[in-house]
T-cell receptor, first 121, second 119 residues
Framework: AQSVAQPEDQVNVAEGNPLTVKCTYS??????LFWYVQYPNRGLQFLLK????DNLVKGSYGFEAEFNKSQTSFHLKKPSALVSDSALYFC???????????????????WGLGTSLAVNP | NAGVMQNPRHLVRRRGQEARLRCSPM?????VYWYRQLPEEGLKFMVY????????ESGMPKERFSAEFPKEGPSILRIQQVVRGDSAAYFC?????????????????FGPGTRLTVT
């Protein structure tokens, strides 16, 4: 069954330090992977995605994520954290219930439970 | 290009009343998704609609909940006879599939959410 795991409920990092928010996945075909961010009292915002190509994907606000097929991971990273990065981060994978790369018109995403990132000044 | 619009932003209902949540997708988007975010549970998929069609409602409770996306107008998530357990944030998202392109885009753009409180 398709699934996404974010093993850390909370990540704390000092401002200016590098940050990593972890995500591992399980899918039957090639994964389509996403990161979203939710700031307090706001809806979700798209950060970046991996569909194919380079394993290192660059996204919004200076974030990047590294796709690692052997470890089935898609960790979110940023070289230097800002206090304003404090938010809830969600990893997601596109559902491929029938396996393979094309699940027809189904665009449902399977979500991790989220990781709360706190950047301390 | 306006983003995904949801209204109302906050909705308070007494137990037994009906709640109607509206979602206007981004211009040109024909796919709409509804999610529910309960405390401590993260985001849960509810239903996926295209214009006039429900594609996947596997995440929606069988009773009291319904959704539609008419040819004209916003998508509506309707909860009849609300109970306290329905209190949550409900997010709508939309996406676009370029015509004739296999695969297409998978980004889902989210609205700000409707916070439903049942008293």
């Amino acid at each position: 069954a398709q699934s996404v795991a974010q093993p850390e409920d909370q990540v704390n990092v000092a401002e200016g330090n590098p940050l990593t928010v972890k995500c591992t996945y399980s899918v039957s075909g090639n994964p389509y992977l996403f990161w979203y961010v939710q700031y307090p009292n706001r809806g979700l915002q798209f950060l970046l995605k991996y569909i194919t190509g380079d394993n290192l994907v660059k996204g919004s606000y200076g974030f990047e994520a590294e796709f690692n097929k052997s470890q089935t991971s898609f960790h979110l990273k940023k070289p230097s954290a800002l206090v304003s990065d404090s938010a809830l981060y969600f990893c997601a994978v596109r559902d491929t219930p029938n396996g393979g790369d094309n699940a027809g018109n189904n665009r449902k995403l399977i979500w991790g439970l989220g990781t709360s990132l706190a950047v301390n000044p | 290009n306006a983003g995904v619009m949801q209204n109302p932003r906050h909705l308070v209902r007494r137990r037994g009343q009906e709640a109607r949540l509206r979602c206007s997708p981004m211009k040109g988007h024909s796919h709409v998704y509804w999610y529910r975010q309960l405390p401590e549970e993260g985001l849960k998929f509810m239903v996926y609609l295209q214009k006039e069609n429900i594609i996947d409602e596997s995440g929606m409770p069988k009773e009291r909940f319904s959704a539609e996306f008419p040819k004209e107008g916003p998508s509506i998530l309707r909860i009849q006879q609300v109970v306290r357990g329905d209190s949550a944030a409900y997010f709508c998202a939309s996406s676009n599939l370029p015509a004739g392109q296999r695969g297409g885009l998978y980004e889902q753009y989210f609205g700000p959410g409707t916070r439903l409180t049942v008293t």
